[in-house]
Every structure is written in structure tokens, then in C-alpha cells.
């Protein structure tokens, strides 16, 4: 947790607005509403009550990407379904983070042939890779909790990334 | 030749006559006779038992000789009361057998058992396993469960080494006696033998130094379980991790035919290397053999010592440079060059030597060197090399291989192992050299004469060939010059040539093996020309199974003659002090006395493999790549011209020499460089007559070959056996067109006449070459530097067998070892080349002082 | 009365103890044939089970195992008899989790654990080498590699399960 001090009863909390916005930043994070395969059905598990995502304010999955601030790329990726997994990226506002959920996403799985991206990560930049086939949704839990990590550590100078210009044509 | 009926399984099949069962069923009809001790290219034994088929033969009338039928139809045959071994047996008209029945399956079951019962369970430690015939039998054999108890198991021996290269596991040997059998009969070294009896019976080798063959590798392929495995691959992968690429042997003159086993490896940063070599079938080149030093020669390859960047001399010092500044030098030297010699190396490709020679052309006044310049005369073997299709295989009782001036063994191995297999098959071999080497025991006429004459002994031979009548007529007809070479032949310098003379006027083929043992340039390619003539008087030429053979020492020296190389330019440029020297991927300074004259160049650019004597001297050093790592052809001293395959990643910012020379070239305003060495063969293809048919897509073509020895099945193991990449194509020579004009030409013995000693310049196998002694493994092989001498000689010159004594030649002091051997004529003092970290003498030369050096005697302090 | 039933329902799920489980504080205990991340076992006296024959590589569906052998000897001993793993690597990210390499081990060497906490925020990480897979050496065991009496270890499948 980002504070890093109370003074008595004064009510007042100081820290730095680096932590402060990385806290606020990991404790509402909207996951995108879609899945791609065998994974999407953990996923949703770990929306479920028995893992409970919305602990990790996590709960409201969108289905636009206008409104979304994660993507977790649950299954294998086409290279069909390429550009429109780019396209969805580009669509979600600064700032976004990526998931590679399961072995396929992170780097083809055991679909090594033509028809799979061998990794997202060709396509957009991915934040956290979770092992797992499929992973289960503590797995998964476990990702977002790297992921939280990996957001808390971030210095002001990195929140406005550079937006990649990339256009894939569809 | 004439087809016989048989019947497998009820099904009839025309098959040749005099052909195995084995290998008849396996290629004729798809049906994998399963074999342990039985090898295609031995003789068969029927040990193991494994090959057991229901076997009969047809009923036939004995006064018509007409089949008898039963009522449907089918021919009656008398079936055999017992099981017999289908390895043994030679296909005759009328054998039926049958191998599906139960009673076969029943028998080959109980076989494998009995095998299996000391067999250890080691098949995921096992070299073979994956591709082993005993693991593949046990999974279609195999009891599942063994009546035999598991502690009766014999617990033998599991690590033995039979000397450096080869180990043996006593446990897993299931003493079929191939390995033994392979180096007794083929090769006749006779290396390995079988100590005690019964269990207990077990490999042993009885050679000092161990399992002293220059085949012992192929012991190793050809072992049916994992009993013998090679010291270079031990547990390097497993067999179907392994990539196979064809490839070519890049050592010697034969063109034998590999498979690189290439896999990832972390210890060489994740790139892709050889971790073996395998033969590949090729049934015209070199069957399923290779020699030790093509097996376990590969490691420069991925040397840690390989140059990586282009190299410019500045200052006095070679410094690291990019590709584009390199060019850049080249170019202005050459555009400004008055001069230009090349020396191309012996394991140039044929594309590389291409581009090498359109780059030269760009200098007007420029020589085209080949290296090692021993050996001349391709033009003649153009004209009566040996015919299209040949094939040693086919030559038959009666038939006569000739070696002349060469120690075969040591040159070309695979030569050596072809040409007594087929003494054993009843060739006569005649042999004319000046000494004794390992083929002289299997040879029928052993023709000796004084170094240096080997144009004489030729010269006699003919002379005998004439004085016994067994010119061929038909041939004379299209020769020129016949009556002036017998002129020149009347009076031999030896007159005991008439039993060997008949024997070749008698044969129907004929193949003369030339080498250049104890001869200068000059003299050498009077020998060619003499062979020639012996081929064409004899009428030897033209056909397959007939006519030259060189015996070059290189992998690709026929490809450079055929492209206008010579052995001659090399001297030339040696002795004319040129402008600028380009020194094409060998080490002429560094191995051969009379290239020191190449400092004398202005201008000296090398491509190389690894820092040598002859970078020490140039201005320019661009990294080539190895065989391995590029594709391109060798053209074999059989002229067949063969394609060999990239297999390994790229070692720094190498490049193959021929886009090297293809990008100087365009830089100098020569064409665009080719895209692949493809393309550079297309344009070969269309430039030189000869090779006009030899396109890539042709020269991969793959016909099936007999025996298949190759292959995913039961058979006998080994997939590197399988030949993917094509077995080639001969290029034509001049004789085999019917309406082409032979010449003969007489030639006279230029023997010179030395005083005292002459120190003969000879080949072996296993030198300290550049690319070879990259192979530490080997080391224990390569001699040290030494001479051998007749006793006499030695004993005159007050030196016994061991001495260390430095010896002068032509102003060059050499510290070598003595070795008597009182098989060497006098007069003669051997002097192997490249076994020292100094240059040789590449001609006979006088032996101007030879000196003992006293040791030292080593003081032990206190 | 619908509307009765449905309340009921609701109202017995709302006086019952929330069924989320509280990870990562609080671990769901695993079945016990669960296939987490693998490790490389030992014998008792402290040799690697593993002899390197890379049969597990080829078992592997997904690829994700490297193996590269060596020899042993009696100075410098990793595992019983002639070969051992001198690599060993497991891509986390490319494995599926299916245990075929666990079958196909004729040493069972490689045995499927409980653990799945495995994210990464670098691929390469993914990348587990023999020194994070192989278990410490056991109580009374040596480390690899061990200096023995020649002769002790010739097999590489030992007859007995612990040899001493």
C-alpha cells in the first residue's frame, strides 16, 4: 500500500501522488468482456462468487473497450483474429494493460502451426504472462496480482506511454 | 540380366537371378524380412536365427519342365519340413516362402526372447534407441513378459573403450558379428575378434593402437543394438530430435555422400551444429561407408577459432572491419591490379569457383590457380575418364582396377575399401608403385618401379599390352597417333609387365586409379597421359565401368579443372611475382615451401575459415563459410557432380565465397550477384558444355536404389542411412561420343636423377590440415611429424627407429621422428605432408643433411 | 407462492458464510492428482532420478522440455549409471500441464506438483532451468555431483527404488 505515513488523529494522509495514482490505478481496474477460447471460461470463473473478483475491484467486466482498462487475452489467437484484438487494444483509453491468459496467448501453446499467433505479444504489449492450460482462476488471480505489482512500481515518467502507431489493416 | 519367378507370401514376383532373398523380398516386395546378423553388403552368416521363413519350391515336371497346378490354378509347391534362414538363401526360379504364417511369427517371437534374455533394459540411455533394430523387432516381436528370470540377467561390462573412438557395451551386444565381420572381410583390417564362448563371449580388439581402421565409425552404424557407439556422439541427442541434411564429404577426392545430424545446442549459444555424421546410400560412391576422418572431421565447422569479420590490414595489423569496407579495398587495389593470381582451395564448390573466375576475368593478365598443386591433368580425365554410370559394384571376375603412384588407403579411403571389395569379388588388381602400401597384399601383379618412373612402368605396360597382341582393334580406328606411341614404347624399362599386360588386354572393364606419389607436377601429368593412352590401346574408354580415375587431393579439384583451373597456374603464380593475390579458402603458405613467394605480392586478400599462415601474409581476410552452413556442388574425381545442403547457422558475418566474389565483382561493374548458388549453377549450366545437364533439380533426383538399406523400417535401423538429397549425375566425357577422335601421344619418363637421399612428399589420412585438426577427438590419430626410411639407409646414415633428427631440404630445417620400414626401396626418405606446424616440400627433393639430435637426457632434481 | 419460494431461497443463501474463497491469503487445498509445476526428483543418497534420455521432450505435446545429456563419471557422478541431464529446461508458458512427461519417465524423475502460482511479467522468465526444478537433496544425501566408488552405480535403472 502506498501510504507511507499517519500523523495521529489529524485525518490526514500524505504520500506521493506517484503511489497515490498507482493505488488508485490497481484498485479499479476494468477488465474487457471477451474471451477467445477454453481460458474465457476460467475467467469468468474468477468472476464467479467463489473467487470474487470484484475483491481486487475488478468486477465489472466491459464490454466496450472505450471503457476498459485491462485486457486479458483468454485463449489462442488466431491470425485471423489478430487485427481485431489490435484494433480492440487501440480502442481502450491510456492507460491499458495486457494479460496473456494461458499458454496459448503467451506464446502459442501447443498450437504451433500457421493459423495461431505464437504469442500475443506480436500484436500488442503484453504486461503479465499466466502460465496455465487453462490457467485456474486463482492462476489468474495470481496475474492480476503481478500485474498490481508491476502497476505499483511504475514512476510518473511511464504513465503516459508512448502511444504505439501501428495500424494493422484488417 | 536375367529374372527369375518366386513367390512371397502366394504372391509371384519377377526378381533378378543370383540376387538375397532378404533383399529381394524387402525391395521387390515391401516385405521387411527382419535380420540381425545379415548385412546387404556382407556376406551372410545365418547366426542369429532371426530371418527364419517357411520355405519350398515349386513342383515342377520333371520331363516338360512345365509348373504343376493344383485344381485352382496355382502352382503346387513342395514346402520344406523345417523353418529355413531367409539370409542364407540366393533367389533361384520357383522359391516360395512364406513369412506371415504362424509358425514363422511363432519362431521370429521365440528369437527375439532368447535374445532379450541378457539384453539390459537401457533403451532410454541407448544411443541406437528410437533407431534401433532390436527395440523396433521387440515392439512387433516381443514376448511382453520373459519365462526367463530377471536376476539371471548377465551384468557385463557397460563402458569399454576399443580405443579412443569407438565404446563398446559388452551388455547390450547381441554378437551378430557385423562389426567384426565388416573389418575382417570388407575392409581387411583385421582389428576386432570375438574372445571367449557362450555367454560369456565378447568383443575384443587386437590391434595396437586399439581398433586401428580408418573405418572404424561404420561399426558403429552398422551395429544392430547399441553395443558399439562413437566417442564423438555419445549421448549428443536422441535420433529423432536430429535434423538430417545431405551433405558431401569436404576431405576427399570420392564425393562420399553424408548425412548431418544437426540439432540445437545450448553449449554453442543456441545455434544449430552437426552433432554427427552418418553415411547416406549412394550405391555409386560410396555405398553406406565413410572413413573415420569424414565421420569425425566436422568440428571446424562450429570452431570456436572460425573468423567472424572481414579483416584489413592496417598498420601492419589485421583489424576488424565491416563487409562494406573490405569491398571497398579490394575493389580499388583490383580495379588498378596489373596482375592477378588465384588460388582456389581444394574444397571451393563448383559455384564458388564460377564466381572466382568471372571475378578474375575483370584483371586482364591473371592466373587460375588450384590447391594443392599436385596433381594435373583434368582436362585428360574429360576425355577418358571413366564412363557415365559407373559404378565399382559392377565390375565383375575378371574385370582389372589399376593403382598407379598412389598409397590409396591414405588418399582416398573410400576408393580403397571399393577397390578390395571388388578384388574379393574376383577383380584382378594391378598395382604399380614405387613402394608397397596396405592394397599391396590384395593385389594380383605388383608392379614396382624406382621413384619417380611411374611414366616408364605405364609406358612397359603398354609395351607388354602390345607384345601380347591384346590391343583392341575396334578401338584404332578412331585413335590418333597409335603407331607413334607403339614406336615410342619399344624398348620398356621393364620387362616383367607381361602376365599383368595380359590380364588387362583380357578384361572387359577396366579402371586406372592414378595418383601422384613421388612425382612433380611435369612428371605427373605425363602419367595422366600415359594412363590415357593405356585406356584408349586397351579400348578402356568411352564406357561405364572404364577408364581414369585421379585420385586429387581435395574434395573439388575436378570441378576446378573442369572450370579452367589448372595445377600449373598455381606454380606460375608461385614463381612470377604478381601484383595481387586472391588466396581462395586454403593455406598454401602455410603448407607448401614454394608459396612462401607469395609474400613477394603486392596485394594478397584471403577468404578463410580460421587465422593461418597464409592470413599472417594478407592484406584482406574475409570469412568464408563452411561446407556445413551454405549449399552448393563438389564434382568427384569419378566426375559426378553432387549437391550438398546448408544444415547449420551462419558463424558471424561469414558469407559463402561465392557471393564474396560475386559482390567484389559487381563492385568492379560485374553483374548483380545471384540470390542463391542455384542460380550461379543456372548460368554454369548454360556456359560450360559439360555441365550443361547438371541442374540442381536433377542432380537431386532420387531413384531407388538395391539394396534399400535405408528407410523408417524394421530393417536396420540408422535413418541417416536414407539419401534425401539426390545421388548426382556424372558429367560426360569426350571418349563416350562414338563419332569423337581419340588421341594418344607418346610420352617420355622424365626421371631425374637425384644423389643420395630424396625425400618423397606423401599423403595421409589424418594430418594437421586446417579444417582437420579442429577435431581434437582425432588428435591421437594424427602421427607425428616424421620420415620413414629403408634400414640400410637409416643405417648409413647412423640413425635407428625413434630418433628425433633434423633434416634440411632446400634450405628448410624440419625436427621429425624416424621410422624404419624396410619395405621402402633405398634412396627414398617419406615425408608425410602436413603433420607439422611448417610448410613441406610438395616435390621429391634432395635431403640435403640429415642430423640426429641428441635429447637431453632429463636431470631429476634431487 | 412462486414469489414465497424464491424468497426463501434467497434468504437461506443470505444466512449462510460467504463461499468466496479468500486467495491469495487463503489456498483452496488441491486434489491430490492435480498437475502444477513439475520438479526434477532425487534418490535418497542424493542422485538426480533424472539420466537425462529426454524421452519426456518427446512425449511433450507442447514442446516446452529441452534436455541435453552428458556422461557421468565415478569422480564427477549426477546420477546412476552412464548419462545425466546436463540440461534441463521446462518453458512454463509453453507447458500444458497434461504429466505425459511424468509417464513417460522411466526414472520418475519428473512428477507433477500442487504449485500454480505462475505469472510472469517477462517471457524469458518462463523458462525454468534444472537448478529451479530439482528438489534439495534429501536428509543423509549429497549433493550433485558426488565423487563414489567406481563400479557403485553402473545402471542407469536401478534395481532397487533407493539404492544406498
Not at chain 2, 19 to 31: P, Q
Not at chain 2, 543 to 551: A, E, K, S, T, Y
Not at chain 2, 564 to 593: H, K, M, R, W
Not at chain 2, 644 to 665: C, K
Request: charged share 25%.
Amino acid at each position: 500500500m502506498g501510504v507511507s505515513g499517519k500523523l495521529g488523529n489529524l485525518g490526514v494522509v500524505t504520500l506521493r501522488l506517484e503511489d497515490a495514482v498507482n493505488w488508485g490505478r490497481t484498485r479499479a481496474m476494468w477488465p474487457m468482456l471477451f474471451g477467445l477460447a477454453c481460458c474465457a471460461i476460467e475467467m469468468m470463473s474468477s468472476q464467479a462468487p467463489a473467487y470474487d473478483a470484484s475483491r481486487f475491484g475488478m468486477e465489472l467486466m466491459r464490454a466496450s473497450p472505450r471503457q476498459s482498462d485491462l485486457m486479458i487475452v483468454a485463449g489462442r489467437v488466431t491470425r485471423k483474429m489478430a487485427p481485431v484484438l489490435r484494433q480492440l487494444y487501440d480502442q481502450m483509453p491510456d492507460p491499458k494493460w495486457v494479460i496473456a491468459m494461458g499458454d496459448c496467448a503467451s506464446c502459442g501453446g501447443v498450437f504451433n502451426n500457421y493459423a495461431i499467433v505464437q504469442g500475443v505479444d506480436e500484436v500488442v504489449p503484453v504486461d503479465v504472462y499466466v502460465a496455465g492450460c487453462p490457467p485456474r482462476p486463482e492462476q489468474l488471480i495470481h496475474g492480476f496480482l503481478t500485474l498490481h505489482e508491476k502497476v505499483k512500481e511504475m514512476r510518473w515518467n511511464e504513465w503516459a506511454q508512448p502511444q504505439e502507431t501501428t495500424v494493422i489493416e484488417s | 540380366m536375367s529374372e527369375v519367378t518366386i513367390y512371397i507370401d502366394g504372391q509371384e514376383y519377377r526378381v533378378p537371378a543370383n540376387t538375397n532373398l532378404v533383399d529381394v523380398a524387402k525391395f521387390y516386395a515391401d516385405n521387411d524380412i527382419p535380420v540381425f546378423c545379415y548385412h546387404p553388403k556382407m556376406a551372410p552368416v545365418g547366426m542369429c536365427r532371426m530371418c527364419l521363413v517357411k520355405m519350398g519350391s515349386v513342383e515342377k515336371n520333371r520331363e516338360t519342365g512345365e509348373v504343376v497346378t493344383d485344381e485352382n490354378g496355382n502352382p503346387k509347391i513342395r514346402w520344406f519340413p523345417k523353418l529355413q534362414t531367409a539370409c542364407t538363401q540366393t533367389v533361384y526360379d520357383g522359391l516360395a516362402i512364406i513369412t506371415n504364417s504362424e509358425e514363422v511369427q511363432v519362431a521370429r517371437d521365440d528369437i527375439i526372447e532368447f535374445i532379450l534374455t541378457s539384453h539390459p533394459l537401457d533403451c532410454p540411455i541407448c544411443d541406437k534407441g528410437g533407431e534401433c533394430p532390436l527395440q523396433n523387432l521387440t515392439m512387433r516381436h516381443g514376448p511382453g513378459q520373459s519365462v526367463f528370470y530377471y536376476e539371471d540377467k548377465m551384468h557385463l561390462d557397460k563402458h569399454v573403450p576399443l580405443g579412443e573412438l569407438i565404446y563398446l557395451d559388452r551388455e547390450r551386444c547381441i554378437q551378430c558379428a557385423r562389426c567384426t565381420r565388416f573389418c575382417d572381410e570388407l575392409v581387411g583390417d583385421d582389428v576386432l575378434a570375438f574372445h571367449e564362448r557362450g555367454r560369456r563371449l565378447q568383443i575384443v580388439t587386437i590391434s595396437d593402437p586399439p581398433f586401428d581402421t580408418k573405418f572404424s565409425g561404420n561399426t558403429t552404424d552398422i551395429c544392430p543394438v547399441g553395443a558399439l557407439t562413437t566417442a564423438d556422439f555419445r549421448f549428443g541427442a536422441r535420433p529423432w530430435e536430429l535434423k538430417e541434411v545431405p551433405s558431401l564429404d569436404p576431405y576427399g577426392p570420392e564425393g562420399a555422400n553424408i548425412s548431418l545430424s544437426t540439432r540445437l545446442d545450448r553449449d554453442a549459444g543456441g545455434r544449430i551444429v552437426i552433432k554427427r555424421v552418418m553415411p547416406r546410400q549412394n550405391e555409386y560412391v560410396n555405398e553406406i561407408w565413410i572413413s573415420d576422418k569424414t565421420r569425425f572431421g566436422h568440428h571446424h565447422t562450429r570452431s570456436d577459432e572460425r573468423l567472424t569479420k572481414p579483416l584489413i590490414r592496417q598498420n601492419g595489423q589485421l583489424a576488424e572491419a565491416s563487409w562494406e569496407e573490405a569491398y571497398q579495398v579490394i575493389t580499388d587495389r583490383l580495379r588498378a591490379a596489373k596482375s592477378l593470381g588465384v588460388i582456389a582451395g581444394p574444397n571451393q564448390s563448383n559455384e564458388d569457383l564460377w564466381e572466382l573466375k568471372q571475378l578474375a576475368s575483370h584483371v586482364e593478365n591473371h592466373h587460375l590457380g588450384v590447391f594443392p598443386a599436385t596433381m594435373s591433368g583434368g582436362d585428360i580425365v574429360n576425355t577418358v575418364g571413366v564412363g557415365v554410370g559407373t559404378n565399382f559394384l559392377d565390375l565383375k571376375k575378371g574385370d582389372v582396377i589399376v593403382v598407379v603412384a598412389s598409397d590409396l588407403e591414405e588418399e582416398a579411403p573410400i576408393w580403397y575399401l571399393r577397390t578390395k571389395v571388388a578384388r574379393d569379388r574376383g577383380v584382378k588388381l594391378v598395382l604399380l608403385n614405387a613402394r608397397p602400401t596396405k592394397l599391396s597384399k590384395y593385389a594380383k601383379y605388383n608392379l614396382t618401379y624406382a621413384y619417380g618412373d611411374a611414366v616408364s612402368a605405364i609406358n612397359s605396360l603398354i609395351s607388354a599390352v602390345i607384345g601380347a597382341g591384346k590391343i583392341n582393334d575396334e578401338i584404332l580406328s578412331r585413335v590418333d597417333g597409335y603407331d607413334e606411341l607403339a614406336k615410342s614404347v619399344k624398348k620398356p624399362a621393364y620387362t616383367n609387365f607381361t602376365e599383368a599386360a595380359e590380364a588387362i588386354g583380357d578384361a572387359q572393364n577396366m579402371i586406372v586409379l592414378a595418383g601422384s606419389e613421388g612425382l612433380t607436377l611435369a612428371q605427373q601429368r605425363e602419367l595422366m597421359q600415359a594412363c590415357a593412352n593405356l585406356l584408349i590401346v586397351t579400348g578402356h574408354v568411352g564406357r561405364p565401368n572404364n577408364g581414369l580415375i585421379p585420385v586429387w587431393h581435395g574434395a573439388n579439384i575436378q570441378g576446378a579443372y573442369d572450370l579452367g583451373f589448372t595445377a600449373e597456374a598455381t606454380e606460375a603464380i608461385y614463381q612470377e611475382s604478381l601484383d595481387v593475390v586472391l588466396v581462395a579458402g586454403c593455406n598454401p603458405v602455410g603448407e607448401v615451401v614454394e608459396a612462401e613467394a607469395l609474400q613477394n605480392a603486392n596485394f594478397v586478400v584471403v577468404t578463410s575459415l580460421f587465422e593461418t599462415e597464409t592470413t599472417a601474409i594478407a592484406d584482406v581476410v574475409l570469412p568464408r563459410q563452411s561446407f556445413a552452413e551454405r549449399d552448393g556442388t563438389f564434382t568427384s574425381g569419378e566426375r559426378r557432380v553432387q549437391r550438398f545442403y546448408t544444415a547449420q547457422g551462419v558463424i558471424g558475418e561469414s558469407l559463402p565465397d561465392w557471393r564474396i566474389f560475386a559482390e567484389i565483382h559487381y563492385r568492379l561493374g560485374g553483374p548483380k550477384p545471384k540470390l542463391s548458388a542455384g542460380a550461379v549453377m543456372a548460368e554454369i549450366n548454360k556456359a560450360v558444355p559439360s555441365y550443361a545437364e547438371m541442374r540442381y533439380k536433377k542432380l537431386a533426383e532420387m531413384p531407388r536404389q538395391f539394396p534399400d538399406v535405408g528407410g523408417e523400417d524394421l530393417y536396420y535401423g540408422g535413418t541417416a542411412y536414407q539419401n534425401r538429397g539426390g545421388i548426382g549425375q556424372q558429367t560426360p566425357t569426350v571418349a563416350e561420343d562414338p563419332e569423337a577422335r581419340l588421341s594418344v601421344r607418346p610420352v617420355e619418363a622424365m626421371t631425374p636423377k637425384f644423389d643420395g637421399l630424396v625425400v618423397i612428399p606423401t599423403t595421409l589420412l589424418y594430418d594437421r590440415g586446417v579444417l582437420f585438426r579442429r577435431s581434437t577427438l582425432m588428435h591421437q590419430r594424427i602421427p607425428a611429424p616424421h620420415i620413414v626410411i629403408n634400414p640400410e639407409d637409416a643405417e648409413a646414415q647412423g640413425i635407428t627407429d625413434g630418433d628425433t633428427v633434423a633434416i634440411v631440404v632446400e634450405g628448410h630445417r624440419y625436427e621429425v621422428q624416424v621410422k624404419i620400414d624396410k619395405t621402402l626401396p633405398r634412396g627414398a626418405v617419406l615425408m608425410p605432408r602436413r603433420l607439422s606446424n611448417r610448410p613441406d616440400p610438395s616435390v621429391p627433393t634432395v635431403l640435403e643433411s640429415i642430423e640426429k639430435i641428441v635429447q637431453p637426457v632429463p636431470v631429476t632434481e634431487g | 407462492m412462486g414469489i414465497i419460494n424464491g424468497l426463501l431461497t434467497t434468504i437461506k443463501y443470505a444466512l449462510q458464510s460467504p463461499v468466496t474463497i479468500q486467495y491469495p491469503e487463503e489456498e483452496r487445498v488441491v486434489r491430490e492428482r492435480y498437475k502444477g509445476k513439475h520438479v526434477l526428483r532425487r534418490y535418497d543418497n542424493g542422485l538426480e532420478r533424472c539420466i537425462g534420455c529426454s524421452l519426456c521432450a518427446a512425449a511433450c505435446p507442447a514442446d516446452a522440455i529441452w534436455v541435453e545429456a552428458a556422461e557421468n563419471t565415478d569422480d564427477e557422478r549426477y546420477s546412476p549409471g552412464e548419462r545425466y541431464a546436463k540440461t534441463y529446461e521446462i518453458n512454463m508458458l509453453r507447458c500444458i500441464f497434461c504429466g505425459y512427461c511424468e509417464d513417460a519417465c522411466p526414472t520418475e524423475a519428473i512428477v507433477l506438483e500442487h504449485e500454480y502460482q505462475l505469472s510472469f511479467t517477462d517471457r524469458r522468465d518462463a523458462i525454468y532451468t534444472k537448478d529451479m526444478l530439482i528438489v534439495p537433496v534429501p536428509e543423509g544425501g549429497l549433493p550433485t555431483p558426488q565423487k563414489v566408488e567406481p563400479g557403485t552405480f553402473d545402471r542407469a535403472i536401478p534395481d532397487m527404488e533407493d539404492p544406498k
